[in-house]
């Protein structure tokens, strides 16, 4: 059987823009090999070796109180979707609200510049960080759901992509295009709260919000247009604060960010890169290979210079640089024992960013309090 021809270390693997549903009630039956339902939830059988779902993705994991025999309850992300009403977790599942990462990443460059933005001496503005974790929710929300309505026929032939929601047919193509207009039609809400200039910013980042998913299919530079597309926030946190953008702090930091996504999301590039082989599509996992640590060291560097940069221009303190030192050699480490042939090892590299994020975000807010 198809399924059965995968390995069970690519069974494991996960990432913010895939979507396995978890603990997901089906309606159909397969034989060995291929998915079959017991109990209303699906179990994998992969190599002679049966799966339940959840325990699939988090093998330390025990959906049930063997007790009571009721379903155990947490605050985690993939809990919350699991208890949400049957009929809507697939949408919560196609948004990738159960794997919050994606969001964390692409909510952070906002915050840098939002913080760099306020005044000396002061926190920064905690309307204007909800308002952009809002955004970057529905935002992230939307370009999933254009990435897996794009990318439905190559779901379909890889393990780890084929219960996503739209191939799996659990959503249609229309209901898809529905559930993005309703995404879009909030984030645009949420856009309308802000000034007439980031308005007009935040409304240009839309056309790499579309094209993004198709840059796979014709270069090997999809991260390149992925990072200028999850770093716009490091123009519009900025702009939302002051009205316009100082390019002086703003293109700096936009730039680092951009080479921050070259490196988080070229070391998950590495779990997928057999499968993208065989689907065909391409990535800078597969144009750099053994080559990935020299290219992964070069746009680290790039990365921190561009934000010291952009402390000068912007008047940091002691401390931002301080916590800017503890991002290099948390970069360092993360690049020098990376193993690009393990997915497990990449998976944690990949996840530490947000850390790293926030750490960032917290060194430009004590920096500016230290003024």
């Given at each position: 059987m198809a399924l059965a021809r995968f390995s069970f270390k690519a069974a494991t693997r996960i990432h913010p823009g895939s979507c396995w549903p978890l603990f997901q009630p089906l309606s159909y039956g397969c034989v060995k090999g291929e998915r079959k339902r017991k109990d209303g939830y699906l179990h994998?059988?992969?190599?002679?070796?049966?799966?339940?779902?959840?325990?699939?993705?988090?093998?330390?994991?025990?959906?049930?109180?063997?007790?009571?025999?009721?379903?155990?309850?947490?605050?985690?992300?993939?809990?919350?979707?699991?208890?949400?009403?049957?009929?809507?977790?697939?949408?919560?599942?196609?948004?990738?609200?159960?794997?919050?990462?994606?969001?964390?990443?692409?909510?952070?460059?906002?915050?840098?510049?939002?913080?760099?933005?306020?005044?000396?001496?002061?926190?920064?503005?905690?309307?204007?960080?909800?308002?952009?974790?809002?955004?970057?929710?529905?935002?992230?929300?939307?370009?999933?759901?254009?990435?897996?309505?794009?990318?439905?026929?190559?779901?379909?032939?890889?393990?780890?992509?084929?219960?996503?929601?739209?191939?799996?047919?659990?959503?249609?193509?229309?209901?898809?295009?529905?559930?993005?207009?309703?995404?879009?039609?909030?984030?645009l809400g949420v856009l309308l709260c802000l000034n007439y200039y980031s308005i007009a910013?935040?409304?240009?980042?839309?056309?790499?919000?579309?094209?993004?998913?198709?840059?796979?299919?014709?270069?090997?530079?999809?991260?390149?247009?992925?990072?200028?597309?999850?770093?716009?926030?490091?123009?519009?946190?900025?702009?939302?604060?002051?009205?316009?953008?100082?390019?002086?702090?703003?293109?700096?930091?936009?730039?680092?960010?951009?080479?921050?996504?070259?490196?988080?999301?070229?070391?998950?590039?590495?779990?997928d890169k057999e499968d993208d082989i065989k689907v065909g599509v391409r990535s800078t996992a597969l144009k750099f290979q053994e080559r990935t640590k020299p290219w992964l060291s070069g746009f680290a560097v790039a990365m921190i210079s561009g934000l010291v940069v952009t402390g000068i221009n912007a008047g940091q303190s002691l401390p931002y640089y301080a916590v800017l030192s503890t991002v290099a050699i948390h970069l360092a480490h993360q690049i020098y024992t990376l193993d690009i042939d393990k997915p497990e090892d990449c998976w944690k590299k990949f996840i530490s960013n947000r850390n790293l994020g926030i750490l960032l975000f917290f060194g430009i807010v004590t920096g500016n309090l230290w003024k």
């Open positions: 994998i059988n992969v190599l002679g070796r049966t799966f339940h779902r959840q325990n699939a993705i988090f093998p330390s994991t025990k959906p049930w109180n063997t007790q009571s025999g009721r379903r155990r309850f947490s605050l985690s992300a993939a809990s919350i979707v699991n208890h949400a009403p049957a009929v809507v977790q697939p949408y919560l599942r196609l948004m990738r609200l159960d794997k919050p990462i994606g969001t964390w990443l692409l909510y952070l460059p906002g915050t840098w510049s939002i913080a760099l933005a306020s005044d000396p001496g002061c926190l920064p503005h905690l309307g204007m960080l909800t308002l952009f974790g809002i955004g970057a929710l529905l935002m992230r929300g939307a370009g999933c759901t254009i990435n897996d309505m794009w990318d439905k026929d190559f779901d379909k032939k890889v393990f780890r992509t084929a219960m996503r929601p739209i191939a799996s047919g659990e959503i249609s193509q229309f209901q898809a295009l529905v559930f993005l207009g309703g995404q879009l039609t909030f984030a910013l935040g409304a240009a980042s839309l056309g790499l919000v579309v094209t993004y998913p198709l840059m796979k299919r014709i270069t090997y530079w999809p991260q390149l247009v992925l990072g200028l597309t999850f770093n716009w926030g490091a123009l519009l946190g900025w702009a939302a604060i002051k009205g316009s953008c100082d390019w002086s702090v703003c293109l700096p930091l936009y730039c680092a960010g951009v080479m921050w996504t070259l490196i988080y999301d070229t070391i998950y590039a590495h779990q």
